[in-house]
């Protein structure tokens, strides 16, 4: 499903309305809410305002329909007039405003888009209906789920190994990261070996710095006990 608010259509409609009218109409004012009422035709709107901010809007826990529907087709939805989007685009790009605004509305409404409903959500839902939106929104949502993705993904076993070694190592043979000299590997190298588990100090020594690089430890405060 494709809404005449295509890219190339978006585009056009940023040159057009970044042109400046010397006729002396009123401009169409962006702003920080919906609801700007006091205007007339579009006519020297600065075209940066359209230029949405994907990086803060993709990093919203919500959007609104008229959020979704401005960042879908490529402009920014504190610059539009969400009531009268003609006072801010040209005829085309207002009409598939309206259009767009209407079916995320009615899937709102019947429970097909759950509101409230987040990037991620409204990414799927566009998915499933096979509604086309701008691309460079796309993109950026999907680095927000690889990033989702990547943070639940299962800890490697080496690092899980590296973090009880530098635990113990810290808590129980005094081992200090911040120091060069440490004497906790020839400890650990000792009791090692009487428990018939050889270990060299240099390949102790050689994994507690490797550990070491890997995390940021915060060592317990001794100062007052």
């Not at 585009?11 to 609801?35: F, M, N, T």
């Not at 973090?163 to 190592?169: D, F, G, H, P």
């Not at 590997?185 to 490797?210: F, H, M, P, W, Y």
Request: hydrophobic letters at 35%.
């Amino acid at each position: 499903m494709r809404f005449a608010g295509s890219e190339k259509k978006v585009r056009a409609a940023h040159q057009k309305l970044g042109s400046q009218d010397r006729g002396g109409s009123r401009r169409c004012i962006p702003v920080s809410h919906h609801g700007v009422t006091d205007v007339t035709e579009p006519t020297d709107f600065n075209k940066s305002s359209f230029l949405p901010d994907y990086s803060y809007w993709c990093n919203c826990s919500f959007w609104t329909p008229e959020d979704a529907v401005g960042l879908a087709l490529g402009l920014e939805p504190r610059a539009l007039n969400s009531s009268h989007p003609e006072h801010c685009l040209p005829p085309d790009s207002a009409s598939s405003y309206r259009n767009m605004l209407e079916v995320v509305r009615r899937a709102v409404h019947c429970g097909a888009l759950e509101s409230p409903f987040g990037p991620i959500d409204f990414l799927q839902w566009t998915r499933t209906l096979k509604i086309t939106i701008d691309a460079d929104l796309t993109s950026e949502i999907e680095k927000v789920i690889h990033r989702i993705e990547a943070s639940k993904k299962p800890q490697s076993p080496r690092r899980a190994d590296e973090k009880i070694i530098l635990a113990v190592a810290i808590a129980k043979y005094g081992y200090d990261p911040r120091s060069p000299r440490n004497a906790a590997a020839g400890a650990i190298a000792d009791d090692c070996e009487r428990l018939n588990l050889k270990v060299s100090r240099d390949t102790i020594l050689e994994r507690l710095n490797q550990a070491r690089e890997h995390f940021d430890v915060q060592l317990p405060d001794n100062g007052d006990d």
